[in-house]
C-alpha cells in the first residue's frame, strides 16, 4: 500500500537504493497476478525477495498471499520498531500456511539493511540459484538463518 | 456565696437574651419592670412569653428558635418551621465561609445566593475552581437582566505586570513580587530579584513615565534568565517556577496590555478555571483579586457598600491551614472595607486561622468527619450539645448558620428550598466574550470599545531555551495571527539539511547544518512544537534504541521559500 514518510521515505526509498546499489533490481509497487501491489521487489538472478514495509500488524496475511502469488523466494515485512516487528511476528503466527509460502523475515529497518547487505556482496548473476543459495547459508555472518 | 437569683429575674433574663421583649408590648413591659412597677400582670406577661418559647425551643433541639433574621433582600433558607431568613444583601460584605462535605449542598446553596445576589450588584464573580457548576444560571440570570458571561481559564487576557488604574508603579511592583513569591513558593532572595527587575523593566518601558505599554511575566523570565550577575540560585529558582505556568497558560500572560480588574469587576462572569494547574489558579485569582483591592484602596475606597462578590466554589486549597500558596489568606483580611465580598466554599475544616477569623457569616453543612464539627462549630460557638446535634441531623441541603453581621449573633438551622434548574444552552459558553475589551467584534456602543489590550506578539510562540530578543518596550506589531514565526539563521540550515536528506537519523543532521549537537537537539525539538518537523522513533540500525527521524511537514517549504525570496531580495 502507498503510506507516508515513514512507509515510503524512510524505509523504502532506502532498500531501493541499497538494493540498487548492490547490483540487484528493485522495483516499487509490483503488480501480482491476484491484484494486489507488492512494495518493493529486489530481484537477483532467480532469487526474487518481497518485501512490504509495515507500520501495524494487520495486513501480514495479505502481505503472504501476494508473496505467495508473486512466487518469491522470500517475504521481507519491514517494521520501523521491534515492538512491530513482534506484533507482526505474533500475526504470522495465526496465519493458516497450507500452501507452499516463501520463507519470511519479520525485520526491523536497521536489520533489513543488514541483511540486504550482508547477502547481496555474495549473490552473483553468473552462479546458479542453488549456487546463490549456497553462498548465503554459508556466510558465517547468517548461521542463525531463517526460521522455517 | 452567690446570691440566688429569683425566679421572676432569670426569666426576665431569659426574655432579653431571646429576644422576647422587643415588640412594643414587651417593650412596654421592660418601662414597667424599669419603673420598679413589677406587678402580678406583668410579671405574667413575661412568664407567659418565656414558658411558650421554652417549650418550643425543646421540640426545636439545641438551636435557638430565632425571631430574627426576617428582613433583608437575601433569603438565607428556611427555617425547621418553613419560615423564611432573611439577611440584608450587605451582610455578605463580611465574607461568607462554608464547610460541607461533598454532597452537603454547597453548590446548591452557592447558586441559590447566586440567584439572588447577581441582580443588586455591580459585579460579581463566580470562580469554578473544580468543576463548572455556575454556567448552568446564565439562562436564570438573563430572565432578571443580568448577563452571565462564561470564560474558560485560557481565555482570558492577563498580564499581572500591569499596573491596576490609579496604583502607583513602585508599589505595585512590591505587591506583585510578593504575590509571585507566594504563589510559586519562591525563596525570599528571589523575591528580591524579581521586584527589582520588575522596576527595573517598568523603567525600561516607561511605565514609571506614565507609559501603559507594560513587561510581561515572559520579559521577567527572559530578562532574570539573561542576569547573569543575579544570584544563581534565586534565577534558577525563578525560570524553574515560572516556566512551567508560562508553557501551560501563555496565551493568558502574553499580553502587554490586558483586561483590567476593575475593567472586568462591573461584570457578572464565571471563571472556569477547572482544567489549569493549581499554580496557575491561583496566579489568575490573585491578579484578579489583588488588582481589584489594590485600585480601590489607591483611589480611598474604605468602609465602601459592597458591589462585587466573589463566590469561590470548591475554594478547599486556596483556605487550607496546610498549603498557604493560594494567597486567599493574606488577602481576605486586606479586601474587607473595599467594598468586595468573598465567598468560600470547602469540604473539610482544614482552614487557614486567618480564614476562620475574617468570615463574619458561618454556614456549616453536613460532615463526614468529627473534626470538622468540632473546628467550624468552635468557630462558630457551639456548644457540645450542639454540635452533637448536627452530626445526627444534618442533611444535604440544612446547614447551622451563624450571622456575624448585625445584632443576632446565635446559630441557627436553616435549609435551602428546592429550586428547578434548567439545563444551559449550547450557546452559553463562551458567548459573552464579545462583550470584553478584545481587538475583535468591538460594537459602537460597546462600552469597552475605548479599551483596548496589546499582545506581546514575539512571546506567541514562546518557549523556554529560545529567548525572544526583546528587553526594551516593544511598539505593537499588527502582524496577522496567521504569519509564521521567525526562524533564525541555524534553524534554517538545520531545516534545509532535513529536507535534502530526508529518512536520516536526528544525529545526521548537526554535521550537515554546521551546528553543534547541543544546540540541534534544542532546535529540532523548537521546529517539532512549531510544527514544521515531525519526529519518528525507527529502529535504523542493527540494535541499540530507535533513532528519531524527522519528517519535514508542508509548512517546512512555505518557510524556506519565504527565506529564500527574502535573500535573493536583500
Not at chain 1, 137 to 144: F, H
Not at chain 2, 268 to 291: M, Q
Request: hydrophobic residues 40%; charged residues 20%; positive net charge.
Amino acid at each position: 500500500m502507498n503510506g507516508g514518510f515513514l512507509h515510503e521515505v524512510v524505509t523504502l526509498d532506502r532498500l531501493e537504493s541499497l538494493a540498487r546499489d548492490a547490483g540487484a533490481d528493485a522495483a516499487r509497487q509490483v503488480r501480482t497476478p491476484t491484484g494486489g501491489y507488492i512494495d518493493l521487489v529486489i530481484t537477483i538472478g532467480t532469487h526474487r525477495i518481497a518485501v512490504e514495509a509495515e507500520l501495524t500488524s494487520k495486513r501480514v496475511a495479505n502481505d503472504l498471499e501476494k508473496a505467495v502469488s508473486a512466487e518469491a523466494t522470500e517475504l521481507w515485512v519491514v517494521t520501523p520498531v521491534p515492538r512491530t516487528a513482534r506484533s507482526v511476528k505474533r500475526g504470522l503466527n495465526r496465519v493458516n500456511r497450507n500452501c507452499k509460502t516463501p520463507v519470511v523475515f519479520v525485520l526491523t529497518l536497521g536489520r533489513a539493511i543488514q541483511r540486504l547487505t550482508n547477502c547481496f556482496s555474495l549473490f552473483s548473476g553468473s552462479l546458479t540459484p542453488p549456487e546463490n543459495k549456497k553462498q548465503i547459508t554459508n556466510n558465517p555472518q547468517n548461521t542463525k538463518g531463517p526460521k522455517p | 456565696m452567690k446570691p440566688k437569683i429569683p425566679p421572676s429575674v432569670e426569666e426576665l433574663i431569659y426574655a432579653q437574651q431571646h429576644g422576647l421583649l422587643e415588640d412594643l408590648e414587651g417593650q412596654a413591659v421592660m418601662r414597667l419592670i424599669d419603673a420598679g412597677i413589677s406587678d402580678k400582670f406583668a410579671q405574667g406577661l413575661v412568664t407567659d412569653r418565656v414558658r411558650r418559647h421554652a417549650t418550643a425551643q425543646a421540640f426545636a433541639g439545641p438551636f435557638a428558635t430565632t425571631r430574627k433574621l426576617r428582613t433583608g433582600k437575601i433569603i438565607l433558607g428556611l427555617d425547621l418551621k418553613g419560615r423564611q431568613l432573611r439577611i440584608p444583601l450587605q451582610y455578605f460584605n463580611g465574607h461568607t465561609l462554608v464547610v460541607s462535605g461533598s454532597g452537603g449542598g454547597k453548590t446548591v446553596q452557592a447558586r441559590w445566593f447566586v440567584l439572588q445576589v447577581a441582580q443588586h450588584l455591580k459585579g460579581l464573580w463566580l470562580f469554578d475552581l473544580r468543576k463548572k457548576e455556575f454556567a448552568i444560571l446564565k439562562p436564570l440570570l438573563a430572565r432578571v437582566g443580568v448577563e452571565l458571561i462564561v470564560l474558560p481559564g485560557r481565555s482570558l487576557k492577563l498580564n499581572p505586570l500591569q499596573v491596576p488604574e490609579a496604583v502607583d508603579p513602585t508599589d505595585w511592583a512590591t505587591r506583585i513580587a510578593d504575590v509571585l513569591v507566594t504563589v510559586l513558593q519562591l525563596p525570599q532572595r528571589a523575591g528580591k530579584l524579581i521586584q527589582t527587575t520588575i522596576l527595573l523593566m517598568y523603567r525600561d518601558f516607561g511605565v514609571l513615565k506614565g507609559g501603559d505599554s507594560y513587561p510581561t511575566l515572559f520579559d521577567l523570565r527572559e530578562r532574570i534568565a539573561a542576569d547573569t550577575k543575579a544570584n544563581a540560585q534565586a534565577r534558577q529558582a525563578v525560570i524553574d517556577s515560572l516556566d512551567p505556568v508560562l508553557l501551560s497558560i501563555g496565551s493568558v500572560l502574553r499580553w502587554r496590555r490586558g483586561w483590567t480588574a476593575d475593567t472586568l469587576a462591573s461584570h457578572h462572569i464565571v471563571f472556569e478555571l477547572g482544567g489549569l494547574a493549581e499554580t496557575d489558579k491561583d496566579l489568575i485569582l490573585n491578579t484578579l483579586v489583588l488588582g481589584v483591592f489594590a485600585s480601590r484602596i489607591a483611589r480611598n475606597v474604605s468602609n465602601a457598600r459592597m458591589n462585587l462578590w466573589i463566590c469561590c466554589d470548591e475554594a478547599g486549597r486556596l483556605v487550607s491551614a496546610s498549603s498557604q500558596t493560594g494567597g486567599i489568606s493574606d488577602l481576605i483580611a486586606l479586601v474587607r472595607g473595599t467594598g468586595v465580598g468573598l465567598y468560600l466554599a470547602t469540604q473539610s475544616a482544614d482552614l487557614s486561622p486567618i480564614v476562620l477569623s475574617n468570615t463574619a457569616i458561618k454556614f456549616l453543612g453536613r460532615c463526614g468527619s468529627a473534626r470538622d464539627y468540632d473546628t467550624i462549630g468552635g468557630a462558630m460557638g457551639l456548644t457540645a450539645e450542639q454540635r452533637h446535634y448536627l452530626t445526627q441531623t444534618l442533611v444535604p441541603g440544612m446547614f447551622a448558620g451563624q450571622v456575624g453581621e448585625g445584632a443576632w449573633r446565635r446559630p441557627f438551622l436553616f435549609r435551602i428550598p428546592e429550586y428547578d434548574l434548567r439545563p444551559p444552552t449550547p450557546n452559553s459558553i463562551g458567548s459573552g466574550l464579545g462583550r470584553l475589551p478584545g481587538p475583535q467584534a468591538r460594537e459602537p456602543d460597546d462600552p469597552f470599545a475605548d479599551v483596548a489590550v496589546e499582545e506581546a506578539v514575539v512571546f506567541r510562540d514562546w518557549y523556554p531555551g529560545i529567548a525572544a530578543s526583546v528587553t526594551t518596550r516593544s511598539t505593537p506589531t499588527p502582524e496577522p495571527a496567521t504569519s509564521s514565526p521567525s526562524l533564525c539563521e541555524a534553524e534554517l540550515r538545520f531545516l534545509n539539511a532535513v529536507i535534502d536528506h530526508p529518512g536520516q537519523p536526528s544525529g545526521a543532521y548537526p554535521p550537515i547544518a554546521g551546528i553543534g549537537a547541543q544546540r540541534a537537539q534544542t532546535i529540532r525539538q523548537r521546529l517539532v512544537q512549531l510544527g514544521y518537523l515531525r519526529e519518528h522513533r525507527v529502529q535504523t540500525g542493527g540494535r541499540g534504541r530507535a533513532a528519531i527521524v524527522l519528517e519535514p511537514l508542508e509548512a517546512v517549504h512555505a518557510i524556506l521559500d519565504e527565506s529564500d525570496s527574502q535573500g535573493a531580495k536583500t
